[in-house]
């Protein structure tokens, strides 16, 4: 199994634009999650997918955030006005099935000027 | 709530001597589940063990060994004779069985295997 890929890996934008990252989970993995990881912090929890259903949103994920996972496969999160607030690591997991073991990818690292 | 505390913000050993990095959490739930991730430079969070809470057992895989004890709510992790591909974050995680799938994180330790 190859596991989780995330594209791109880097990206420098600057303040004001919309950028989207894509997330490949582990191939019939149902679940898939966003985390966003600031420096010197761990990961802290966005949102998750059970096939396409999101069914949890973290109050860090502000209106300006939206993820979608439309055939259950691949996720996408899109981040509309970048502020400089949102430069860190986003990083995606996937999971067989509800409270197993989460994969990560190796993270989109965001850079807003 | 849950919480994860790594007190250990950073650790250096010299290369063969053991180290233990140490986790302490805190939930609600009587059910939960305890997790140590690896992040080397590249970034990638590397899965390395996961525990139940009612399996207080002890695990060892090969220079790696877990002490999990609920009576003092901590999962530690010794790594036996340390190398220089050790060096890394190290996140200790936790989610709870009732609560949503989230993982809550500690703010890692940062390790360093001097050569």
């Known amino acids: 199994d190859t596991g989780v890929s995330q594209d791109p890996r880097h990206k420098i934008t600057k303040r004001g634009q919309n950028v989207t990252f894509r997330c490949d989970p582990i191939s019939e993995h149902n679940r898939l999650y966003w985390y966003r990881q600031t420096l010197g912090q761990g990961p802290e929890f966005l949102t998750y997918?059970?096939?396409?259903?999101?069914?949890?949103k973290s109050r860090l994920l502000s209106d300006r955030f939206s993820a979608e996972r439309p055939k259950g496969s691949f996720s996408t999160l899109e981040i509309q006005r970048t502020e400089q607030g949102d430069s860190a690591m986003y990083l995606c997991?996937?999971?067989?099935?509800?409270?197993?073991?989460?994969?990560f990818g190796p993270g989109t690292r965001l850079l807003v000027l | 709530a849950q919480k994860v505390t790594q007190a250990q913000t950073e650790i250096s050993v010299v290369e063969k001597e053991d180290v233990t990095l140490d986790c302490v959490y805190e939930?609600?739930?009587?059910?939960?589940?305890l997790f140590w991730y690896k992040q080397p430079p590249s970034g990638e969070l590397v899965f390395l063990i996961r525990?139940?809470?009612?399996?207080?057992q002890n695990e060892i895989s090969g220079r790696y060994s877990w002490n999990f004890q609920k009576s003092t709510s901590s999962f530690n992790f010794t790594i036996t004779a340390s190398q220089v591909v050790d060096s890394a974050v190290y996140f200790c995680a936790l989610s709870e069985h009732f609560g949503n799938e989230k993982l809550t994180f500690g703010t890692g330790t940062r390790l360093t295997i001097i050569p």
């Open positions: 997991a996937s999971a067989p099935g509800q409270r197993e073991t989460q994969y």
């Open positions: 997918f059970q096939n396409e259903a999101q069914l949890e």
């Open positions: 525990r139940n809470s009612f399996d207080e």
């Open positions: 939930t609600r739930d009587t059910t939960y589940y």
